[in-house]
């Protein structure tokens, strides 16, 4: 049952909306809760596609949560502007980021529970036995 929520675990922060963040955390995660690496990043890296597809998807929830203004990117007008980007286009991505984290906030704690529960009935509806992924760090 462990393993399951660690797997779990790793499956809710790899959702997170900020790429590239997510494999650090999980490392660092399982090292201070004394978890399995190898069941975490297995979670972590599960969760890939839905990081990529539900960017906007959060990134509408948080805007919705914070009653904030619908983000527009438009890449040509960024691009056109490159390097030399107007400090309110600068304000604008990073409030976007904050609204993609807090939609995150809503959904993986769900994502974590429910991840948790398939995992576990499972291994043990498949496996019968307990799952070994590996010593923790």
């Known amino acids: ?58 990134l509408r929830l948080g805007e919705r949560i914070a009653g904030a203004e619908r983000f527009v990117f438009d890449l040509p007008a960024l691009l056109k502007g490159f390097p030399n980007i107007p400090e309110s286009t600068a304000r604008a991505v990073v409030m976007a980021q904050w609204h993609m984290i807090e939609g995150w906030a809503v959904v993986a704690p769900v994502a974590f529970v429910v991840a948790g529960l398939l995992g576990k009935a499972l291994l043990r509806k498949r496996l019968g036995v307990r799952v070994d992924l590996g010593r923790a760090a």
Not at 5 to 11: E, K, R, S
């Open 1 to 58: 049952p462990k393993t399951a929520w660690t797997v779990a675990l790793g499956f809710a922060i790899g959702m997170f909306p900020l790429m590239g963040v997510t494999t650090i955390a999980c490392a660092l995660i399982a090292g201070v809760l004394r978890l399995r690496q190898v069941a975490i990043q297995l979670g972590n890296y599960a969760a890939l596609p839905l990081q990529i597809i539900l960017l906007v998807p959060f």
